[in-house]
């Protein structure tokens, strides 16, 4: 799998939106971008993906650089509980590949 | 189950013992995965599972560590002669076959083990 860089750490205040970066500049053509978060002592939650396009959920929306090199994810008004481990990770989407997970980003939302 | 379910969730473990992870999946996941999550470091795969065979055991760090499926649903993780190098939390997913896209794994909240 293409390696993925991610800030170690970011701080978002409550109610404003959270844009965590992430760069992946080796991605593969038929790989995706998904996301996925750790709340502490809990085992990782699927966010979202998207191979090219934009692509928005009900927790979050993902914004893909044209030339896929680059994406964000965006929490529009993050809560406390919205504090986490974010990884970016980018995966063939055939089979099962297992997911190959980095150290993330530790997103605090303070009050 | 609604979710996947491990079990113990903590287990402490002398030196040189042998121990025994269990995974229960979602009911009808085909596929499931085991991974190792050190102290601030993300979760590291260990094994795949597809049915009741090993479809990629490459994650794996040496031979004192096997896993087992025998009916294609429940999967036991067991460590022999464990070392304190083990402790670790010991996460499970499972997922639907093929993977067309939506949610992909599901993980459990896993097992924090430690070796003493």
């Known amino acids: 799998d293409a390696k993925t860089t991610q800030p170690t750490s970011m701080d978002c205040a409550e109610g404003r939106a959270a844009n965590l970066p992430c760069n992946h500049s080796?991605?593969?053509?038929?790989?995706?971008v998904y996301w996925y978060r750790q709340i502490h002592s809990q085992g990782p939650q699927y966010i979202i993906h998207g191979l090219k396009n934009n692509e928005t959920n009900e927790m979050a929306s993902l914004i893909i650089t044209e030339d896929r090199k680059s994406s964000t994810l965006i929490l529009p008004h993050a809560t406390l509980r919205d504090t986490a481990v974010y990884y970016c990770i980018v995966r063939v989407n055939s089979g099962n590949t297992p997911l190959v997970f980095g150290k993330g980003t530790r997103l605090s939302v303070i009050a | 189950g609604a979710g996947v379910s491990q079990t113990p969730s903590n287990k402490v473990t002398e030196k040189g013992k042998y121990v025994e992870l269990r995974c229960d999946p979602i009911s009808g996941h085909t596929a499931l995965y085991w991974y190792r999550q050190s102290l601030g470091q993300g979760p590291e795969f260990l094994i795949y599972?597809?049915?009741?065979?090993?479809?990629?055991d490459s994650g794996l760090p040496n031979d004192r560590f096997f896993a087992v499926r025998p009916e294609g649903s429940v999967s036991t993780l067991k460590i022999q002669r464990t070392e304190r190098g083990d402790s670790a939390v010991y996460l499970c997913?499972?997922?639907?076959?093929?993977?067309?896209?939506?949610?992909?794994?599901?993980f459990g909240s896993g097992t924090r083990l430690t070796v003493v």
């Open positions: 080796t991605i593969s053509g038929n790989e995706y």
């Open positions: 997913a499972s997922s639907l076959t093929p993977i067309t896209g939506t949610n992909g794994y599901t």
């Open positions: 599972f597809q049915g009741t065979g090993a479809a990629d």
